[in-house]
């Protein structure tokens, strides 16, 4: 159990457009979803983290309109990045915590590339 | 605040061979610890995890972590490196009372040889 995915793996796009990365939790309820980004060869930077129903708690330095969260429901939490630049080409790693438990599942991650 | 220093970028070992990758940290609580491996282009697997109780704590693959609390240390081992633990490994640390986020330590790449 506690299986986590995200969709898609990988997304090519130009700049200027807009890119949605789901993250789902497939056999548990995540009360909280946390999103990465990992740069290569780098340990992962939070960029925020979302509990169902509120609005997202974002670190310091990551923009919020420009990345932005939703955690609808118990197993589904989306980032969206707004008017994408290739400076926001990265891997980005969702992970997903159930209230009973300490442990973070992760997913596999969604390779954005920007041109 | 909560901090955790992996001080060794890269750990080769021999297969066969013991492996030790090292972990500090720093909580003003008590901690909870993890560690987690990532293989290339992948997310991060669960390995194992200290909340509470026995200092040495088993987990996936054959690995193992003592929890020294005078050393504040979590280091990884394994008594038998085989090829195929070669990986990124992070450690990270949560305070027991923070219901929110773990801190990541910078990762060690272990590579095995054959």
């Known amino acids: 159990g506690a299986v986590v995915s995200q969709h898609p793996s990988w997304v090519i796009c130009k700049s200027g457009t807009s890119v949605k990365i789901e993250c789902r939790s497939l056999d548990f309820q995540a009360t909280t979803m946390f999103w990465y980004r990992q740069f290569p060869k780098q340990s992962l930077m939070l960029m925020a983290t979302s509990n169902e129903g509120s609005k997202a708690t974002y670190e310091q330095g990551v923009e919020k309109d420009k990345f932005l969260i939703n955690h609808a429901s118990l197993t589904l939490s989306t980032l969206t990045v707004t008017s994408a630049h290739p400076e926001d080409s990265s891997f980005y790693i969702c992970?997903?915590?159930?209230?009973?438990?300490?442990?973070?599942?992760f997913g596999p991650g969604t390779r954005l590339l920007v041109l | 605040a909560q901090s955790v220093a992996q001080p060794e970028d890269q750990v080769n070992v021999a297969e066969g061979n013991p492996l030790t990758v090292k972990c500090t940290y720093s909580?003003?609580?008590?901690?909870?610890l993890f560690w987690y491996v990532q293989y290339p282009n992948r997310g991060l697997q669960f390995l194992l995890k200290y909340i509470t109780g026995d200092n040495l704590v088993k987990g996936s693959y054959g690995f193992e972590a003592e929890f020294n609390k005078s050393q504040t240390s979590f280091h990884l081992k394994k008594p038998s490196a085989l090829v195929s633990d070669s990986a990124l490994y992070f450690c990270a640390v949560r305070e027991g009372t923070n219901a929110g986020k773990s801190t990541f330590g910078d990762g060690t790449t272990l590579t095995v040889k054959p």
């Open positions: 992970s997903a915590r159930r209230a009973s438990e300490e442990t973070q599942y």
């Open positions: 909580v003003s609580g008590n901690p909870y």
